[in-house]
Nanobody, 115 residues
Framework: QVQLVESGGGLVQPGGSLRLSCAAS????????MGWYRQAPGKQRELVADILRGGSANYADSVKGRFTVSRDNAKNTVYLQMDNLKLEDTAVYYCKATRYPYTYWGQGTQVTVSS
């Protein structure tokens, strides 16, 4: 059974930092591309960052320079370090694992940026 379990969300003030983790099980993790997505109330789910099998990463323009995605294949875990958080970063953050033709999603973790 495939499981992606996110953790690390919470309430933070603007300018603060959070580190999200997504632990995967039931898949050959190192063969999968991993991604972080987010969905704010009333908005569509959007890509935040992804990291390919080889370690190359891509970021949404809105988070470039503030967020860093990384993966630890020994721990089957992908991370999202979020710095200088803004009010507009408030959303549910989801982890996604992709290896054609398979796609798996985590249950999401809430990130709230508020003063």
């Amino acid at each position: 059974q495939v499981q992606l379990v996110e953790s690390g969300g919470g309430l933070v003030q603007p300018g603060g930092s959070l580190r999200l983790s997504c632990a995967a099980s039931g898949i050959s993790y190192s063969l999968y591309s991993m991604g972080w997505y987010r969905q704010a109330p009333g908005k569509q789910r959007e890509l935040v960052a992804d990291i390919l099998r080889g370690g190359s990463a891509n970021y949404a323009d809105s988070v470039k320079g503030r967020f860093t995605v990384s993966r630890d294949n020994a721990k089957n875990t992908v991370y999202l370090q979020m710095d200088n958080l803004k009010l507009e970063d408030t959303a549910v953050y989801y982890c996604k694992a992709t290896r054609y033709p398979y796609t798996y999603w985590g249950q999401g973790t809430q990130v709230t940026v508020s003063s």
